[in-house]
C-alpha cells in the first residue's frame, strides 16, 4: 500500500494509475498534489499519499523544503536509518521513528494514526501531526489550503517574584499593546490566528484573566488578548527574549492567595532562567536541613566496563575525586544524604570493589577501587547517579575532580586538575618546557589587519586588543622583560585574507622560534547578546594552568570587573604554543557595562598592569640578561 | 447555575467532585450518550458536537460550563473553541495544574485516542514544567466498559493492564484523562501500585469552579441536580443510581428539538 | 509417582522461571528509554543534563545501528538545546546535523554549513562544541567525537578560533 505514491502515477500510463489504484484501494489512494499556502506564498506538496487513516508526505518534498525554510525548521533523516527529525525553530524536536505511530514532539509523545515508511528510497511521515507540531492549523479555502500559523502559547510565568506575560507563536510574533486602561491591557498579535481558550481566569497573581480573540481572514488572521490586571498592577512594555518568545513584566500589587494552595513547586520555574544571578544569589532563607536517602548503591557489568547506580530519593550536591595511578581509588562524596543501603557490593575485573558508607553525619561516600586508571564518567540525572567505568584508560591529563547536584536540573562540572594535597608525581600544573629565552615574553594581540574581530558600536576588538598589548608590553619592558609582539600595528601577521590556521600559526611561530618563556594572547570577548560579561582567562595545556591562575587571580583583585575565572578550551594559538600559554579574554563587547570598561584608557591601563603582576607573580624575578638570551 | 456536559457516564465523576466542593450550587447536567463514546469520532464531528452541546448549555443561562469531557477539550484546544457567553473550564488546564501541584515530572496520560491525537494533555503540562517528560497511551477500550456497567471483575482488570502496559517504566504520575476513568480506579491502583501517584483532574476542576462561583457571589443556590440524556433513560437511572446512590437526581429524556442528530454513529471513525 | 512429581515439578520451575525472565526482558522494551542531553549555561562551562526519551533497541535493530540510531538522535537533541526558555549557549540558529556515524567509540558528526556562522566567540564556540561532546560521550560506547562540515574536516571554527580538526573528548574541557 505503500506503493501508491506519485511515482506510480508518474509513470503516465493510465493503466498504472488505475493498477495502483486498485491495488491499493481502499486503504489509501493516489493524490498527485496538493495546493497549500502559507504566509501568502503557495506552496504545492508533490510527493503525498493519502490512506484511510490520514496523509502522509515524503520529508524530501520540495514543498515541504520550502515550508521548513520559511519556519527556520531542518531536517535530519539519513537513508536507512531509523530516525527522521524535525528541529523547529523554537526549538522543539520532532521525531519520528520508521514503522512506529508513535513520535514525540519535545518531551511529549504522542500517537498518531499512522507510521512513518520509507517509499522508493524517501522516508514519509504523518502529514497532520507534524503540522500540528509546527503550530500550524490547516484551513480550507477556495481549493487551497491555507496553513494558518498558531498563537502557540501564553502563559502567565511566575518565578522569583517576578510575573510575566510569556507568548510564542509559529511563527516570530509581532505584537503590539492596542488599547489599554486601568485595570486592562489589550495586545494585538498581528498575523497568527489561535485556538486557545476564549477565557482563562486565574487563581492569583498580578494577571486575573485573559481573554482571546481571533479576528481577521483566514490568510491574514490577527489574535487580540486582553489581560486583565488585578488592582495596582502595573505593566512593562512588550519585549522579545533570545528565543523569539513575546514578554510582558508585571508588577506593583501584592498577589492574592484566595484558595489554599500547595506551595508551588521548585520545578514550575524553568532551570536556571536567570543567567545572569549564577551563583550571585544567596539562599532565600536557610531551610532546616533535610536528609536525602541514598536508597540503592548496585554495579553492574557493561558493554565491557562497570556501572554502577547510586538511587536517591531527593536532590544533593556532589563531589568526586579521583588519584593518580597506580593509586587507582575513585571516590563520590554526597552531601546531606544518609546511607539507607546496603554498605558493600561486589565488583569484577574492571572495579575490584564497591564500598558505600556513612563518612560522616550528612555524607555518604561510594567508593570504588578500579583496576587501572580507566574512564569515569559521572552522569547525575533526578534519581540519582550514574557513574561508568570505562574499560579504556583515561588520558593522563583527565579530570580528577568534579562536582554537580542531581535532581531535576542535575548538573555535572569537571575540575580543572588543581594542586591542593598533591601527593604523586610532579604537579600538573607544572611544565616541564624549557624555555631558550627566559627573560622573553611574547604578546599577542588577537586579531589585526583584515580580521577586525568583533566590532560593537565604535569599539573594534583588534584596535583594543592592540592598545592593550602594548600598555602590557611597556610595563614588562619597565620591569626588565624582553618583550615582543606578534604585531605592532594593524596587519595580518601571516597575510591578509588567509586562513585562521596559517594566522594563528604564524603567532604561535614567532613565540616557538624564540623559545620565549611565556605567550600571552590578549583578546576582548563577544556573545550573541548581551547577558555574558566578565573577564576570563583561558588556558588548554596542562603546563599553562598555574599561569593561567595566577594571571585571572591579579585580574580578580585590581579591578573591578566580574571574574569568569580560568576556563579550559581548546583554543589553536595557546594549544600549539609550546611555552606556557594563556588567552586573556579581557571584557565583553556584546555587554553594556563591559563595553564602558574596554571604552576607558584607564581602565585598560589597569587591566595591562594586573595581567603584568600575575606574570609576575608566576615567574618571580626577572632572570639577569645573558649574552644568550640578548636578542 | 453551573453546566456540565459528557457523552456519557464519566461526567458524573466531575459532578461527584463539584457537589462535594459546592454543596449548594444547582447543576445541569448534559449526557450526549446518543452519540457515545466520543473518543473514537473524527474531529470535524467532535467539534460539531461540541458546538451544539455548549450552545445548549448557555442557552439554558448557566453561570459557567465546567468542562467534564476530555475528548472535546482536547479537540477545542487543537482547533479552536465554540464562542459561548459564559466562561468555561477547561479540564486539561485543570489536569495540568493537578500534575504541577505534584511537582513530579515523569507524567503517564491515559485518554481516549480523540485526545491523544489532540496532543493537548502534553502541550498543556510542558507549558508549566517545562523539564517533565509526558507520554500520551490511548485506551479506547475503556469507555465502551465503563457504559456498559462492567466496572469490576476480569475484563475491565485487563483492559486497564493492557493500557497500563504501555507506559514507560519509570513513570511517577498517571493523569486519569478521561472522565469516565476514574471509575475503574481499583484497577489502576491495582496495576500501578502505590509507587504511582494517580491524578483525577476532576478534582482541581471542581475547585476552580468553587472559586469561579464565589468569586462572582454565585455560591448560593437550592443544590437541585438536573441531568439530561439524549440516550436510554431507563440505563442512565439505573446507573446514576449505582454512582451516585447519595444524590437525589431529576433525569429525563432530552426531547427532539434538544438532540444534535446529524451525527449517526455509523460515521464514527473507525480505528485502523 | 514420585519421579513423574519430581518432572511435574521441575516443569513448572522452568515454566516460572521462563515466564518471569519473559516479563522482566519484555517488560522493559515496552515504550522508550532515555539518553542524557546536556547544554552548556552562559557561563560557558557549566553543564547541564536534562534526559530525553527514546526508542529502544527495537527486534532487528544491531547493538551497532541502536547506538548509531542513537547518536544521530541525541546529537539532534543536544544542538536543538533545552526549551526556549532555558538560558542556554546555543549552536548559531539553522545548524542541524546532516549525518551521525560511530566508528570504534568515535562518533563521527556532521554538521551543516550554519555552524561556520558564529556570532558568540570563544564562549560560544567552546560552550556548543562542550554540550555536544558530553551528550555523545554519554552514550555507553563513545568516547570521542570527530567533528565534520558539510563533510569537511575544520581545523578551528572562526569567532573564537576553537579547534575541531581532531576528535574532541570530555578531557579537552
Known sequence: MKLTSRYAVRTGSVFALALAVALAAPAARAADRAAYSFEGKRITFTQIVDQSAGRAISIDDPGLETLFQMLGATVTYQ?????????????????????????????????????????????????????????????????????????????????????????????????RISAQDTDRVEVLFDGVASVLAPSRTIDSGPVRRIDVRTSGTITHPATYVTLYLAPGVSHSAIGTDDQRDVTMGFDGAAPAQPIAQAAPPETTS???????????????????????????????????????????????????????????????????????????????????????????????????????????????????????????LAAENAPRAGTGTTGPNAVANTAANSPPGWKFGPQPGQSNYVAANPRLIVIDPGHGGSDTGAIRGDLVEKSLNLDMSKRLRDILVARGWDVIMTREDDRDVYAANDSAQEELQARDDIANSRGARLLISMHSNSYINDGPHGATVYFYKPGDLALAQDVDRRIAAELGIFNNGVIKDKLYVIHHANMPAVLVETAFLSNPDDRALLGSSEWRQKMAQAIADGIGDYTGPVPPATSASNQ | MLGLFDSGLGGLTV?????????????????????????????????????????????????????ACNTSCGVADRYGWPPVSVPVL??????????ERTGLL???????????????????????????????????????????????????????????????????????????????????????????????????????????????????????????TTGDLDRFRENLGIMLPDLLVHVRHADAAELYDTISNASAVPET | MRTSRAFLLIVLLV?????????????????????????????????????????????????????????????????????????????????????????????????????????????????????????????PGIDRVQVRVQGQKLETLPGGHFEIDEPLRRSDW
Open chain 2, 90 to 99: 477547561d479540564l486539561i488546564d485543570s489536569a495540568a495544574q493537578a500534575v
Open chain 3, 15 to 139: 515454566l516460572v522461571a521462563g515466564a518471569s525472565w519473559y516479563f522482566a526482558t519484555h517488560r522493559r522494551s515496552a515504550v522508550s528509554e532515555h539518553v542524557t542531553i546536556y547544554y552548556t549555561k552562559p557561563d560557558g562551562t557549566t553543564e547541564v543534563a536534562w534526559t530525553v526519551s527514546m526508542r529502544p533497541q527495537q527486534a532487528g535493530e544491531s547493538a551497532a545501528e541502536h547506538l548509531r540510531n542513537a547518536a544521530l538522535y541525541a546529537a539532534t537533541q543536544a544542538l536543538a538545546g533545552p526549551p526556549s526558555n532555558v538560558a542556554a549557549i546555543r549552536f548559531p540558529p539553522g545548524t542541524h546535523v546532516l549525518s551521525a556515524d560511530v566508528n570504534e567509540s568515535t562518533a563521527t558528526v556532521d554538521l551543516s554549513k550554519e555552524v561556520t556562522d558564529q556570532r558568540s566567540g570563544i564562549s560560544g564556540e567552546s560552550g556548543e562544541f562542550k554540550a555536544l561532546v558530553w551528550t555523545l560521550t554519554a552514550l
Open chain 2, 15 to 67: 459532578l461527584r467532585r463539584l457537589r462535594d466542593a459546592v454543596p449548594a450550587a444547582d447543576m445541569l447536567y448534559y449526557a450526549d450518550q446518543a452519540h457515545v463514546p466520543y473518543g473514537e469520532r473524527s474531529a470535524d464531528d467532535l467539534l460539531r458536537l461540541l458546538h451544539h452541546n455548549l450552545g445548549w448549555l448557555d442557552a439554558r443561562g448557566v453561570d459557567a460550563i465546567v468542562m
Open chain 1, 270 to 392: 524553568p532551570p536556571e532562567a536567570q543567567p545572569q544571578d549564577n551563583g550571585q544569589n544567596p539562599p532565600a532563607a536557610a531551610p532546616a536541613p533535610q536528609l536525602v536517602h541514598v536508597t540503592g548503591v548496585t554495579g553492574q557489568q557493561q558493554n565491557g566496563g562497570f556501572s554502577v547506580r547510586i538511587a536517591m530519593d531527593g536532590p544533593a550536591s556532589f563531589d568526586w575525586r579521583r588519584l593518580r595511578p597506580p593509586d587507582n581509588r575513585w571516590w563520590i562524596d554526597i552531601h546531606g544524604a544518609r546511607l539507607a543501603s546496603p554498605p558493600d557490593q561486589p565488583g569484577d575485573s574492571t572495579v575490584t570493589d564497591v564500598r558505600a558508607h556513612q563518612e560522616n553525619a550528612d555524607t555518604v561516600r561510594v567508593a570504588l577501587s578500579l583496576a587501572d586508571f580507566q574512564n569515569v564518567s559521572v552522569v547525575p540525572d533526578e534519581s540519582g547517579i550514574t557513574v561508568t567505568v570505562g574499560d579504556q
Open chain 2, 106 to 228: 515523569r507524567v503517564g496520560v491515559i485518554a481516549t485516542t480523540a485526545t491523544v491525537r489532540s496532543g493537548a494533555y502534553g502541550r498543556h503540562i510542558v507549558r508549566r514544567m517545562p523539564t517533565a517528560r509526558v507520554v500520551e497511551v490511548d485506551a479506547p477500550a475503556l469507555v465502551p466498559l465503563v457504559e456498559a456497567g462492567e466496572l469490576h471483575g476480569d475484563a475491565p482488570r485487563r483492559a486497564v493492564q493492557a493500557v497500563c502496559d504501555l507506559l514507560p517504566r519509570d513513570v511517577e504520575a498517571v493523569v486519569l484523562a478521561c472522565t469516565h476513568y476514574p471509575l475503574l480506579d481499583e484497577h489502576f491502583a491495582a496495576v500501578l501500585g502505590t509507587g504511582v501517584l494517580r491524578i483525577d483532574p476532576a478534582i482541581v476542576q471542581a475547585e476552580r469552579a468553587a472559586q469561579l462561583l464565589s468569586e462572582r457571589g454565585r455560591l448560593t443556590g437550592s443544590g437541585t441536580l438536573e441531568c439530561v
Open chain 1, 79 to 175: 537513508s536507512g536509518q531509523r530516525y527522521v527529525l524535525v528541529t523547529t525553530a523554537e526549538p522543539v524536536v520532532i521525531s519520528f521513528a520508521i514503522g512506529d505511530t508513535r513520535y514525540d514532539v519535545g518531551p511529549v509523545t504522542q500517537t498518531a494514526p499512522l507510521a512513518p515508511f520509507v517509499a522508493n528510497g524517501h522516508a514519509f511521515v504523518p502529514l497532520d501531526e507534524l503540522l500540528q507540531a509546527l503550530e500550524l492549523l490547516p484551513k480550507p479555502q477556495g481549493g487551497v489550503t491555507v496553513l494558518q500559523p498558531q498563537l502557540a502559547s501564553l502563559d502567565v510565568q511566575s518565578s522569583g517574584g517576578e510575573t510575566k506575560l510569556v507568548a510564542h507563536g509559529a511563527i516570530p510574533l509581532d505584537a
